[in-house]
């Protein structure tokens, strides 16, 4: 495999603390780094770089690493800008317009789905995102789950199973009907073709009981564990993730300190999604709250149709920054090594040797003009190795 040496790269974030100043961004001055196709070979000073058989000259710009987005739900059709508008007028979000963007996806054939998530997932590759999750849920069938996750699954290893996004029209009178085909049929139809089980368990939604058994079924199919949960009320969500080990809990608009002190004494990630709480115009969860606190943060687009139709990374480093009391190492480091951790996975999120050559060149000297030039195209080029 031919290898490449990357030079004069005037700011090297690598998000491993043993490399550089040594913080946890792991930041090294004035660096070079050699990687092949798949993985990080060798990060250092540029006075020190190793030949490589390929030559590339930077000219003194930041280098990154990939974004990691772990929370999206990219496979839908239609769009909900009037919900969007009603809410921009004072409305309030319950959740409620889930059930519209099921039923355009319901009509949407097999190929108009794949296009529709291809021009998303492009628009997020270009914005620096070089892995992304991808749940179902916006169609609430046995057979649609199951198509929407195989479709997912042509953009990502990390595929999420999302039945438990909201009860259906049909099951309207007989949510227990509903919950037991989730967590039977549908999930082991499922099961085979995703990484990941999920719920919406919140006010209004999925109650704690109901999330509980979906995940447990989960766990037994062999799937592991991720949650939707307090975006709308202090649901009991948080609790719930924490007692079942899930490797991320989301949203987390509404915590206690209580739930704050247990995060931060377990393996399970906060993942804040600022975009919903800009699309839906709500308070912010204060990221400084759960960073003072102890906890692992990650940031993600939350990409879908009703709440949060964002998918350009940037910004959400920028709201993070701008409105949540976040640094901007922290915001950087949240939706690179902190999204990796969401999902588990080590070779993600940090360019430390041996990890995955998933890099974005910048057209900028510093990480800082990220958040600093909100809306510019602070994102040069995007590197992501072969899998
Ligand atoms: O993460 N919270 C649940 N699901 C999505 C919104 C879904 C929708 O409104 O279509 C979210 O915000
Ligand atoms: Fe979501």
Not at 9 to 15: A, C, F, P, R
Not at 275 to 299: C, M
Request: hydrophobic fraction near 40%.
């Amino acid at each position: 495999m031919a290898t490449r040496l990357f030079a004069n790269i005037g700011e090297l974030t690598t998000n491993d603390p043993r490399l550089g100043d040594e913080s946890a961004m792991g930041r090294i001055p004035n660096a070079a780094m050699v990687v092949d196709e798949q993985r990080v070979l060798w990060v250092g000073s540029s006075r020190d770089a190793p030949e490589a058989d390929e030559f590339t000259d930077v000219d003194g710009v930041a280098v990154v690493p990939g974004f990691v987005d772990s929370h999206t739900h990219l496979v839908f059709a239609g769009e909900r800008s009037t919900e969007f508008e009603a809410r921009m007028s004072g409305e309030r979000y319950d959740g409620g317009g889930i059930l519209e963007t099921v039923d355009a996806t319901r009509r949407a054939t097999r190929d108009e789905l794949r296009s529709a998530t291809a021009t998303r997932a492009v628009a997020l590759r270009k914005s620096g995102v070089t892995t992304i999750e991808i749940k179902s849920g916006y169609e609430l069938t046995l057979e649609g789950e199951q198509r929407l996750v195989e479709i997912a699954g042509e953009f990502s290893d990390e595929v999420t199973f999302l039945g438990a996004h909201t009860v259906p029209k049909e099951f309207a009178h007989d949510r227990e009907g509903y919950v037991d085909l989730v967590a039977g049929e549908m999930l082991t139809n499922c099961a085979p073709h995703v990484r990941w089980a999920d719920v919406f368990c919140d006010t209004g939604v999925f109650g704690v009981d109901e999330a509980r058994r979906v995940l447990l079924c989960a766990r037994d199919a062999g799937l592991e564990l991720r949650l939707h949960a307090n975006q709308l009320g202090d649901s009991g969500g948080v609790g719930l993730a924490i007692e079942l080990g899930c490797a991320s809990v989301d949203h987390c608009t509404h915590v206690s300190d209580g739930d704050l002190d247990a995060l931060s004494s377990c393996e399970t990630v906060a993942t804040l999604l600022p975009g919903a709480e800009f699309s839906t115009r709500t308070p912010y969860p204060s990221g400084r709250r759960f960073l003072d606190a102890g906890v692992t943060v990650a940031l993600a687009t939350d990409c879908n149709p009703g709440t949060s139709y964002v998918t350009n990374m940037s910004l959400i480093i920028a709201l993070a920054v701008r409105e949540m009391g976040m640094t901007v190492d922290e915001a950087l480091w949240a939706v690179t090594r902190g999204g990796a951790k969401a999902l588990r996975r080590d070779d993600l999120g940090h360019l430390g040797v041996g990890a995955r050559a998933d890099f974005l060149i910048l057209d900028a000297p510093r990480a800082a003009h990220l958040a600093y030039r909100p809306g510019g195209n602070v994102v040069h080029q995007v590197f992501r190795a072969t899998r």
